[in-house]
């Protein structure tokens, strides 16, 4: 018995060496090359060679008159067809406006609702309307001046 258990210990030792062993010497090409860390220099270096992505032609490049730390923290007018997300008991709504027309992008009914009435041409205002077997919500969109949808009533 005495002899059997040192046979067992003897080969889980083994067992055990051999896998570190083999790991270790495995583990370089398993994970790449171990590296060390870029200096501010190199991460400059890098950078710097980076190709720079072209600019979108929906977002003009970032201009480079000011420096990013002098630029204001505040944001700036809203742009045309950004959306809006309007939150009800009867389901989720995203719309966007774009010259004075509002145009849903979105909807989704919470739990125990179902979708009923939804406008998804682009009108001066949509209506999507929610069902529940308790209860029904109606949402009405349309566009500030501004080019903002706001929600304009809820029944």
């Not at 059997?4 to 790449?32: E, K, M, N, P, R």
């Not at 060679?49 to 003009?60: F, G, H, L, T």
């Not at 682009?122 to 999507?128: I, P, T």
Request: aromatic share 4%.
């Amino acid at each position: 018995m005495k002899r059997l258990f040192l046979a067992w210990v003897v080969v889980a030792l083994v067992a055990t060496g051999s896998g570190i062993a083999v790991l270790g010497l495995l583990g370089g090409s398993l994970t790449g090359t171990v590296g060390r860390p870029m200096s501010d220099a190199e991460v400059r270096a890098a950078l710097a060679a980076a190709p720079q992505p072209a600019a979108s032609p929906s977002r003009p490049a970032p201009s480079s008159a000011a420096p990013s730390g002098d630029r204001p923290s505040t944001p700036g007018p809203r742009a045309a067809g950004r959306a809006e997300v309007f939150r009800t008991a009867g389901g989720t709504v995203v719309a966007a406006c774009d010259a004075g027309l509002v145009r849903l992008r979105s909807w989704s009914p919470a739990q125990g609702y179902t979708t009923d009435d939804v406008e998804t041409e682009s009108r001066d205002r949509v209506e999507v309307e929610f069902e529940s077997g308790e209860r029904d919500v109606k949402i009405e969109i349309s566009c500030d001046g501004q080019d903002r949808p706001v929600m304009t009533s809820r029944r």
